[in-house]
């Protein structure tokens, strides 16, 4: 009989691969605990004095806090000027990110400013009128428009989008305002800015400092539909880590969410090609929750998979809407003639998938160094016996050559790859 069962195990950071769009992505900022990009250009940002702050789940070290409660702009930050985010003529684009205006309201503040008064894009948020009258401006090629008004303490989700010459803001997925866009050209002079606006010809020229939180700013060459917008505006279950583990003929897959908000059930999903998955179980979700929940379910199937070389894991997480996202695969290779420590994938893009063989229930960790032997990831695995799979996220570190090491008291193996 299968079992499921609740586990208390603390394990690595990995999120799940949700269903939003990936085309036209070209840059993404985690802002977990820094300016680095995730997207496909690597155009890394520069922090000036901003923090690591809370993201809407409460997890530590995943959002930027900006304390800028004067005139004066004391904490921002700024990346270099690149051509694939400097959009002109008649490129469509769209901004998402989350943010949380800090209470009470002080002043006008910059969320992203890519040289908005030479008619680039900028987004921030102002005082209209009374003092609880607080709204989003999306300005591009020199003209602007408002949202209706926000609330101030709470997290709220934006998207930017500019199509066919039309300026549009989404607020937590609906449709909150429409226009037009401006006439003047854009020129890209000076780097863009995060949590400020800007303006060469002020001293300081940064203004309008932000004093709150930002999260999640992704931007795309393109205007996403209102249907993707919707998908990326509702809050995903939000997994910390996703594991396989064989124990004999078994396999235990062991998985803790972060976060979950109106999720149904976890399917179980197995393949043995990895591009064909079936469902062999079911669990059922936790419905809301801002706490880590740990969850176990054992693949006791195994024996009537015959001459099969390896089996693939993942989850599908069913909300109650019947919306579906999936976790990353995890495998596990069934053939016993090699064992230790395996990169399963070589070279590696977005995640680095690892099998290796526990001979104790121990303490382990896994230790990325780079080719100066400078530690750029650590991550703890779980403590068990056997064969175990996992997948550990790479997107943040810079290509070229890495080494990766699986320590505990009585082993330690090490292995070469290449991030692409």
Not at 305 to 326: G, M, T
Request: a positive charge; aromatic letters at 12%.
């Amino acid at each position: 009989m299968k079992s499921i069962l609740l586990s208390l195990m603390a394990m690595l950071c990995l999120y799940t691969a949700k269903a939003q769009p990936t085309a036209g992505l070209v840059a993404y900022w985690p802002m977990n605990g820094n300016f680095n990009d995730a997207g496909p250009n690597a155009i890394h940002g520069t922090n000036i004095g901003a923090t690591t702050t809370t993201n809407r789940a409460g997890s530590a070290n995943s959002a930027i806090a900006f304390s800028n409660p004067g005139s004066t702009v004391v904490q921002y930050a700024s990346h270099p000027i690149r051509a694939q985010v400097n959009f002109s003529g008649t490129q469509d684009f769209t901004y998402t990110f989350s943010f949380y205006l800090n209470s009470p309201w002080v002043h006008t503040g910059g969320f992203y400013d890519n040289n908005l008064n030479y008619g680039g894009p900028g987004i921030w948020i102002w005082q209209s009128g009374s003092p609880t009258d607080y709204r989003i401006q999306f300005n591009y090629k020199n003209q602007s428009i408002g949202s209706t008004p926000q609330a101030v303490g709470t997290w709220i989700r934006v998207a930017c989008v500019r199509a066919a010459g039309a300026i549009r803001i989404y607020i937590n997925g609906a449709l909150n305002a429409s226009g037009t866009e401006g006439t003047t050209a854009p020129t890209y002079t000076y780097t863009p800015k995060f949590g400020t606006m800007f303006f060469n010809g002020m001293a300081p020229p940064q203004y309008n400092g932000f004093n709150g939180k930002l999260d999640e700013l992704r931007i795309y060459n393109r205007a996403l539909t209102a249907a993707e917008i919707l998908i990326i505006a509702t809050l995903p279950v939000k997994l910390n880590s996703f594991t396989a583990i064989k124990v004999n003929n078994d396999v235990q897959l062991q998985w803790q969410t972060a976060l979950e908000q109106n999720s149904d059930y976890f399917n179980i999903q197995r393949s043995t090609d990895g591009v064909n998955f079936s469902t062999i179980g079911s669990v059922n979700a936790a419905g809301n929750s801002s706490i880590p929940i740990n969850y176990r379910y054992t693949d006791n199937s195994l024996a009537a998979l015959q001459n099969v070389p390896h089996v693939f894991y993942r989850l599908e997480s069913v909300d109650i809407d019947a919306k579906k996202e999936y976790s990353a695969i995890v495998n596990i290779k069934l053939d016993k003639s090699k064992t230790g420590l395996m990169i399963m994938q070589n070279p590696v893009g977005r995640d680095l998938r690892i099998q290796y063989t526990s001979i104790a229930k121990e303490n382990t960790n896994v230790i990325i160094t780079d080719g100066w032997g400078r530690q750029v990831i650590t991550r703890e695995l779980p403590a068990a016996v056997g064969s175990i799979s996992t997948t550990i996220p790479v997107s943040n570190i810079a290509s070229g050559h890495y080494y990766l090491t699986i320590r505990s008291a009585s082993q330690q193996q090490t292995q070469a790859f290449f991030k692409e």
